[in-house]
């Protein structure tokens, strides 16, 4: 266990509100990362965060913002959903020591439903 | 840049039989490369990495993968499957310019039948 915990596990929304899915983890690691995962695409990354206040942008950032204060939480907001963002949204982190050569740890996913 | 392509969106198989879930990479530099499982209504769980060193690799529940670099692949294998390996697997890379990013592939869903 990872100790990573995402909230909500399910959540349905309607089109033009905003969202916060918010990912929280108990061992103190740096990465943290946002994908979502949808058929025929796999994973995609959506943000990533280095460190409190450190983020950057993944392969699809449009429509999402994220927000690292503590290093335990990395939030991930849909400023104005819409119907493409249905989605599975995966946190992970990474025990990233020396480099990119260690494993990520996910959470248990967050199923949004943009109706 | 980094990719991952896997060629089998669904791969049908007996129990006990031999299966392998093919992995092509792409990048311009030396990589890390991982292979997760996804149960239904779970995260990934990892199965096994390449990171340097022997070129086959072994991991979890009797899979292995084997590093060819010539051929760009991570093919993943096991001799002889059980229903509970029913799930979906995805085929990931970390290229040592890639920052500290995972890129995944689309996935393939094996399906074990009896």
């Known amino acids: 266990d990872a100790g990573i915990t995402q909230s909500p596990r399910h959540k349905v929304t309607e089109t033009g509100t905003p969202v916060t899915l918010r990912c929280h983890q108990t061992e103190n690691h740096r990465y943290m990362y946002w994908y979502r995962q949808d058929p025929g695409h796999g994973l995609r990354l959506i943000h990533y965060s280095y460190g409190v206040k450190d983020t950057d942008k993944g392969e699809v950032s449009d429509g999402y913002s994220v927000s690292r204060s503590k290093t335990e939480d990395f939030l991930l907001t849909l400023e104005s959903a819409t119907s493409s963002q249905t989605s599975v949204y995966f946190c992970a982190i990474r025990r990233i020591t020396q480099g990119p050569n260690t494993e990520a740890f996910f959470g248990q996913g967050t199923r949004l439903t943009v109706v | 840049a980094q990719s991952v392509t896997q060629l089998d969106s669904q791969v049908p198989v007996f129990e006990e039989a031999p299966v392998e879930l093919r992995c092509n990479y792409s990048s311009s530099v030396s990589v890390y490369l991982f292979w997760y499982v996804q149960y239904p209504n779970q995260g990934l769980q990892l199965l096994l990495k390449y990171l340097s060193g022997s070129t086959l690799v072994k991991g979890i529940n009797g899979f292995e993968a084997e590093f060819n670099k010539s051929q760009t692949s991570f093919h993943l294998r096991k001799p002889s499957v059980h229903i509970s390996d029913t799930a979906e697997y995805f085929c990931?890379?970390?290229?040592?310019?890639?920052?500290?990013?995972?890129?995944f592939g689309t996935g393939t869903q094996l399906k074990v039948e009896l």
């Open positions: 990931a890379v970390n290229g040592a310019g890639g920052g500290n990013k995972l890129t």
